[in-house]
């Protein structure tokens, strides 16, 4: 089992800046792939980012590369987000989720976190 606690989440204005730190406790952190997703109100919960066990790869969705920056610390076992120039179509719960494969599909990941709410204001 892995258990994954989200937080950094907050309110802040368009154009703001924000960092999720994801920490995973448990079975070896480093063997796992880590993704973030997100679900805004009445939406399905969507693909962010995600990056390899290693760290060596890494992927985004459109709508947040250049943006969005997702990092990992194997010897903290920690998985960040760093989030730039917020929009307020930014704004959902924002998880993380720990699986084998990377991927950039929901059903790819074993263990979710319960979240933390980003809210950018316009």
């Known amino acids: 089992q892995v258990q994954l606690v989200e937080s950094g989440g907050g309110l802040v204005q368009t154009g703001g800046s924000l960092r999720l730190s994801c920490v995973a406790s448990?079975?070896?952190?480093?063997?796992?792939?880590m993704g973030w997703f997100r679900q805004a109100p009445g939406k399905e919960r969507e693909f962010v980012a995600t990056?390899?066990?290693?760290?060596?790869?890494?992927s985004y969705a459109d709508s947040v590369k250049g943006r969005f920056t997702i990092s990992r610390d194997n010897a903290k076992n920690t998985v960040y987000l760093q989030m730039n120039s917020l929009k307020p179509e930014d704004t959902a719960v924002y998880y993380c989720?720990?699986?084998?494969?990377?991927?950039?599909?929901?059903?790819?990941?074993?263990?979710w976190g319960q979240g933390t709410q980003v809210t950018v204001s316009s």
């Open positions: 989720a720990a699986g084998l494969r990377f991927g950039v599909v929901r059903n790819e990941y074993d263990y």
């Open positions: 448990g079975r070896t952190f480093s063997s796992y792939a």
């Open positions: 990056i390899s066990w290693s760290g060596n790869s890494r």
